[in-house]
């Protein structure tokens, strides 16, 4: 067992030793692997931080609710405490006529004219603040249709169509980003395999000679996987630098658009998690690729 | 240790490199093959070694028939046999240590036994002190014997040689030959294959002669004994007295 762990060992470290006496073209095919993970990191970092943002907006979605004319303040005060019993409300304010009408006054700036109507043309509302838990757009639109059934409730407004269509483009970047992926991970396993079969044919009097004194198809190819797995870990790594630099070039930009609607949004970078999973991504692909080449192109190479 | 049965083989070119060879040899045997180029002496060593099959006829190695030997066994089986090639086939960006070690880092023998195994193999071609050295910057001869160390490094039952003293003068062509016999004196079986007449006179071993890849001298295992060539005087004598 220590021994086959020591073999294992030498060939990982013998096969960096030999990527690294080709320092630019090893760099080379890990800038190609790296730009093809870094495409789809990108995308899914910015992906994620749109729907952050989008769910930060989400959750100070307000319905407005305006009761019937007429409605006498104390049926509004019941109606807004009856709304606020329901689990997936988190708030519910009443704004009475006067109060609208004098925040209407200072806010509009007619409020001299307004103040020469003798009656108050505004109803009573109710701002409804669904809890974060309950911010689907279906749960919403359920909500409301409850609302829209209570008496003296005259108008209720949802304002989630664009969200909804913010969500539904986000939904479909994803999904494009899982294709996209699957796509570059192919190109992935294309030009690792290819590297492989490359170095299979420089190295062709090497395996020949190996497979002469007795050398198995998994010997002779054990070196080409720790290549292949080198070459998938090295590209990981350069993508997550890629995804780092791309962030952090666009947080800037991305900050002041956000600070000009009032949020104090922030992009943020690869966590933990999916670093982890890019790398080892990588790494697979890398293994995954040059298994196929090796195995492939070494049966081919037979002593003569 | 190996017995050809009415063993065939043609090339898929059509070539047909051996017909009907039927020959024995025995366990601790040193064998020549000899005959011109194109007989089919390289042929018959591949079967051996199972870098060919025959097209025809039955081939036993080691008590293994080698039509019953799969792709997937065929490393195995040549674990068992230690080859020697002209060229000397070694990997020249690797030192003489690791040429050599190589066959016991395949057969996974643990690093330290590595060590000692590889060192006492070179000592017998007395190269120990080179295993540092890049194959190219030994001597064509020395290259040589860092081929003979690798294929006795893990101590095969059977050493096979393709025209081992090709490129060599004739002085390091006896020195090889004399290894080889050493390597046969405790108990290896040899099989070289060689058409260098001057080293053949030398060595009156028994001598498999292929024609046109057909056997035209099986020997004689019986009446060849190579103990009278341990004694240098009757070298001597042999060098000197035969003027042909
Ligand atoms: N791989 C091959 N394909 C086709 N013909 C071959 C091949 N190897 C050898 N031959 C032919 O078989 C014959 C015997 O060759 P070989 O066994 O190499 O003889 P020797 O080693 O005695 O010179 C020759 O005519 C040679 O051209
Ligand atoms: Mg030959």
New binding site residues.
């Given amino acids: 067992m220590i021994a086959w762990l020591t073999r294992h060992l030498q060939t990982l470290v013998g096969s960096l030793g030999r990527l690294s006496q080709q320092k630019f073209s090893t760099f080379l095919t890990m800038l190609v692997i790296g730009i093809a993970l870094a495409l789809p990191t990108c995308l899914h970092v910015l992906v994620t931080n749109a729907q952050r943002a989008t769910g930060a907006w989400h959750r100070a979605l307000e319905i407005s609710v305006f009761l019937q004319p007429q409605t006498p303040e104390t049926e509004a005060q019941q109606l807004a405490d009856r709304i606020s019993k329901r689990r997936d409300v988190a708030q519910v304010e009443l704004i009475t006529a006067a109060k609208g009408l004098e925040e209407f006054q200072r806010q509009s700036g007619f409020g001299e004219a307004l103040a020469a109507l003798n009656e108050n043309p505004l109803p009573h509302a109710l701002l409804v603040r669904p809890d974060g838990a309950y911010t689907s757009t279906d749960h919403l639109a359920e909500l409301a249709a409850w609302i829209r059934e209570l008496p003296s409730v005259d108008i209720v407004q949802l304002d989630t169509g664009w969200v909804e269509r913010l969500n539904a483009i986000l939904e479909a970047i994803s999904r494009a980003i899982v294709i996209a992926t699957a796509l570059l991970a192919l190109g992935v396993l294309v030009i690792v395999g290819n590297t492989i079969r490359l170095d299979i044919q420089n190295r062709r009097a090497e395996i020949e000679i190996t497979k002469l004194v007795g050398g198995s198809d998994g010997f002779v190819r054990r070196p080409f996987l720790y290549s292949g797995l080198w070459y998938g870990l090295g590209g990981a790594v350069l993508a997550w630098l890629i995804t780092a630099l791309v962030v952090s070039a666009l947080r800037d930009p991305v900050g002041r658009i956000a600070s000009l609607y009032g949020s104090s949004f922030e992009l943020a970078s690869l966590d933990l998690g999916t670093s982890t999973k890019l790398l080892l991504t990588g790494a697979a692909l890398g293994w995954i690729g040059s298994f196929l080449s090796a195995t492939r192109h070494l049966r081919d190479i037979e002593p003569? | 240790m190996i017995r050809f049965d009415h063993v065939y083989k043609r090339?898929?070119?059509g070539?047909e490199?051996l017909s009907n060879v039927s020959l024995e040899v025995a366990r601790g045997e040193l064998v020549f093959v000899t005959?011109?180029?194109?007989?089919?002496?390289?042929?018959?060593l591949?079967l051996i070694a199972l870098i060919e099959r025959p097209t025809r006829g039955q081939l036993i190695v080691n008590g293994q028939n080698v039509a019953g030997v799969s792709r997937r066994k065929i490393p195995a089986f040549r674990r068992q046999i230690g080859m020697v090639f002209q060229d000397h086939k070694l990997l020249y960006d690797r030192t003489v240590f690791d040429n050599v070690a190589l066959p016991l880092v395949i057969a996974g023998v643990r690093t330290k036994e590595i060590g000692k195994r590889v060192r006492a193999a070179l000592d017998q071609v007395g190269l120990l002190g080179r295993e540092q050295c890049l194959p190219l910057e030994l001597s064509t001869g020395e290259q040589q014997r860092v081929g003979i160390a690798r294929a006795v490094v893990s101590k095969p039952p059977l050493l096979i040689a393709?025209e081992p003293t090709g490129n060599l003068d004739p002085d390091l062509s006896l020195e090889v030959m004399n290894l080889f016999r050493r390597f046969n004196e405790v108990g290896v079986t040899v099989l070289i294959?060689s058409?260098d007449l001057y080293l053949l006179d030398r060595f009156p071993v028994r001598r498999i002669r292929?024609e046109n890849?057909r056997i035209v001298d099986p020997g004689n295992a019986a009446a060849d004994d190579a103990a009278p060539l341990l004694d240098p005087r009757k070298l001597l004598e042999r060098e000197h007295g035969a003027p042909s």
């Fill in positions: 003569s | 090339y898929p070119n070539r490199a005959g011109h180029s194109g007989a089919g002496k390289s042929s018959l591949k393709d294959a058409h292929l890849g």
